[in-house]
């Protein structure tokens, strides 16, 4: 069974964001005085299969061209502990009669954790006004997270597009007023990306230096062994985290064709199956304390084209082989 709807490209839909935030319903910006309280702690991080010290979660992108529902039910069905949906799917779920709600209940009742949500795109304008206008949208995105349980968000700063300058003290102070909303009004704690077509958040350092910059004892940041591979991050690089720095790690393997410099989403393949370090990568992230959850994230379009729950199914089994063979 296979959706007919074209694949999104995720470089024009990080471009055409931005245009949302005038039409979206939102919220006034909350007082900023207010001390944050820290979110409920999220649940054990344990997962229902052996041989893996996290959770295994499947960012719904992997199986794209299947409805919100539908993916929901082959990730409980195919054994994941966690599933990763995208903001959109949340909005077409509202917008077609559903209930948040309800749906962040048939989550539980499946024995699947919500760690992150994808994502508050353009969440880091780059002047004030550009802010204040992005700021309903950003708020409504972390509502409808909120609403299914999610513990985290991702933080897109903005899309791909030239920007006159990049300022890392200014975009420090917008992460920590995101931060603040997401944990004072919403109950999550939004979390840094990094992508190498992301001006000033290309690398893990610059994601990491946004999230301390910030000064907030909540921010954290989300690795995904595909953007540093391309964007040019070292592997080594994860040593110098602590665990909890971590909100969720995103997994993935890129081949050894094309050239680093040529690969796309498009090219990501199941873990194991590419060139990339993952053995290594896994055993720092054990030695650093890291306990979230492990997240397949997948946008190849050869495998949109197969039978969704036989994706589902591969990835998990990939990726727990390879998490088995680093940690055992």
């Known amino acids: 069974m296979h ?3 074209p694949p999104v490209d995720r470089r024009a839909f990080l471009a055409g964001t ?9 919220t006034a910006a909350a007082d900023q005085s207010r001390v944050p309280s820290v ?3 999220a649940p054990p991080s344990t997962s229902r299969h052996a041989g893996t010290p996290w959770p295994i979660c ?3 992108a992997t199986i794209r061209p299947v409805p919100l529902l539908e993916k929901i039910r082959i990730a409980a069905e195919a054994g994941y502990d966690a599933i990763e949906p995208w903001d959109s799917e949340l909005a077409d779920h509202e917008r077609s009669g559903g209930s948040l709600a309800d749906l962040g209940k048939h989550l539980r009742d499946l024995g699947l954790r919500v760690p992150s949500v994808i994502g508050l795109w353009n969440a880091i304008p780059e002047t ?4 204040d206008a992005q700021l309903p949208a950003s708020r409504d995105r972390m509502r409808m997270a909120h609403a299914i349980g999610a513990e985290h968000i991702q933080v897109i700063p903005q899309p791909e597009r030239p920007r006159e300058r990049f300022d890392p003290a200014w975009a420090a102070a917008r992460y920590r ?4 909303i997401g944990i004072r009004d919403y109950q999550l704690v939004p979390a840094m990306i990094f992508v190498k077509f992301l ?3 290309r690398t893990l350092g610059q994601a990491a230096q946004i999230a301390i910059d910030s000064g907030h004892p909540q921010a954290k940041v989300i690795p995904d062994t595909f953007h540093m591979f391309v964007g040019g991050t070292p592997f080594g690089g994860l040593q110098h985290l602590r665990g909890e720095f971590i909100a969720i790690f995103q ?3 890129a081949p050894a064709a094309p050239a680093r410099d040529a690969l796309e989403d498009r090219h990501r393949v199941y873990p194991g199956d590419g060139v990339l370090p993952l053995g290594d990568v896994l055993r720092d992230l054990r030695r650093i304390g890291y306990t979230g959850c492990v997240s397949l994230e997948l946008y190849n379009e050869e495998y949109w084209k197969q039978d969704p729950m036989t994706v589902a199914r591969t990835g998990l089994e990939k990726t727990l082989a390879v998490i088995r063979s680093a940690c055992g």
Not at 128 to 131: I, K, R
Request: proline content about 6%.
């Open 3 to 5: 959706d007919s709807t």
């Open 18 to 26: 931005a245009a949302l935030a005038a039409s979206v319903a939102g």
């Open 39 to 41: 979110p409920a702690s």
């Open 58 to 60: 499947l960012d719904t």
């Open 128 to 131: 004030q006004e550009a802010w």
């Open 177 to 180: 007023d995101l931060l603040e």
């Open 199 to 201: 001006p000033g958040s």
């Open 251 to 253: 997994f993935n393997d």
